[in-house]
């Protein structure tokens, strides 16, 4: 197995059996392979952590994905959705704080239209030139997607969940297809933004190998971001009784990520650490933090799945602990957009 570790290593790559081979028989070279993913994370980004200020704007959500606490059909959750003003001020406290991204994530909510976007995406693009807008808001077509990037924002995240017919339709309702999650994660592209795709480890029915499936998908396509953490259940979803994704194979995962590719922008996840209360990611690999901004009325509304943390490290307005946190296993978060870097 380490010579497989090696070859990844050096060649930036592995053929299917190869990567099948290593994901079930990690544990004699788990230490090496975190070992080998830290030093390539650190020739390209050395010790830098980058965060992101995460601003969840809405909790409505049109679609009715399995897995997720805010699907539609959940009445159960409280909605909310921030309004111009509230999203500002998240903005200014997080760039006071250190900021210099911050990611709009939401449900797919019709309410916040091209047109409302595109104003809120200009007004943060003309107040704060230094920083980047990443945008989390599903899927959409490429029209809207272009005026999103004319606006102004930078980045955009779309996990492709899983690049496997079968199992995505195990995840999703009839309407949502992967077929469409390509096509956008393709548009996102082609339009010019900074790209993430990714996938939950351990959702309900994935096996072994969906999951080389899904690492070959984000080699071939070269994303800048990949999100990756595992899948924790939800109390009032059809996934509640599911077990949560092993801790273990996602820090695997995001080591054989960071091999795969060197460059990417790789966040050690809210759900990996609601998990294992640590920032365990980070050694592994991972170079990027999304610490929460929302307004503290609405954290707990943003419910993804059950015990979702937005206090203590994951709260943006504990950055220096998180600092101290970091420092003591030799990293450093530092105020910077945190762009891709191509070499
Ligand atoms: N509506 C946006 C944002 C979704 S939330 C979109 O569709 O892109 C961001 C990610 O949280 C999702 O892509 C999903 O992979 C993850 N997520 C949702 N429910 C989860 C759960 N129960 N456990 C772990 N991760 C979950």
Not at 81 to 89: C, P
Not at 110 to 116: E, K, N, R
Not at 155 to 180: A, M, Q, V, W
Request: net charge neutral; proline share 3%.
């Amino acid at each position: 197995m380490k010579n497989l570790v090696d070859k990844l290593y050096e060649n930036k790559n592995l053929d299917r059996e190869e990567l099948y081979a290593l994901l079930s028989n990690f544990n004699d070279v788990k230490e090496y392979l975190f070992k080998k993913a830290d030093e390539a994370r650190k020739s390209v980004y050395g010790n830098d952590v980058y965060i992101r200020g995460l601003i969840e704007i809405s909790n409505y959500c049109e679609n009715d994905c399995f897995y997720c606490g805010i699907r539609k059909s959940n009445n159960k959750v409280c909605r909310y959705r921030l309004n111009k003003e509230e999203i500002y001020e998240c903005a200014k406290k997080g760039y006071e704080i250190g900021f210099r991204t911050f990611v709009l994530q939401g449900g797919e909510d019709l309410y916040f239209d091209d047109d409302l976007l595109v104003e809120i995406i200009g007004t943060l693009r003309k107040t704060y030139p230094d920083c980047a807008i990443t945008i989390s808001l599903g899927e959409r077509s490429k029209e809207s997607y272009l005026k999103l990037f004319e606006a102004g924002a930078n980045r955009y995240l779309l996990r492709h969940e899983s690049i496997n017919k079968h199992h995505y339709s195990k995840l999703h309702p009839k309407n949502l297809t992967i077929d469409n999650r390509v096509r956008c994660l393709q548009d996102l592209k082609e339009i010019g933004f900074q790209t993430g795709a990714g996938m939950m480890i351990g959702s309900p029915f994935q096996t072994l190998e969906n999951i080389v499936d899904d690492l070959m998908f984000l080699k071939e396509h070269n994303f800048e971001m990949v999100g990756i953490g595992p899948f924790i259940s939800h109390k009032d979803t059809p996934f509640k009784d599911m077990p949560n994704g092993d801790v273990e194979l996602t820090l695997v995962v995001l080591a054989i990520v960071r091999l795969l590719l060197p460059n990417v922008l790789l966040p050690s996840t809210t759900a990996l650490n609601t998990i294992n209360g640590r920032n365990m990611g980070i050694k592994v690999g991972c170079n990027v933090i999304m610490p929460n901004l929302s307004p503290n009325n609405v954290r707990d509304k943003y419910m993804l799945y059950d015990n979702k943390i937005s206090s203590n490290l994951e709260a943006g307005e504990n950055l220096k602990s998180l600092q101290n946190e970091l420092n003591l296993i030799g990293y450093n978060i530092v105020i910077d957009r945190g762009d891709y870097k191509n070499n």
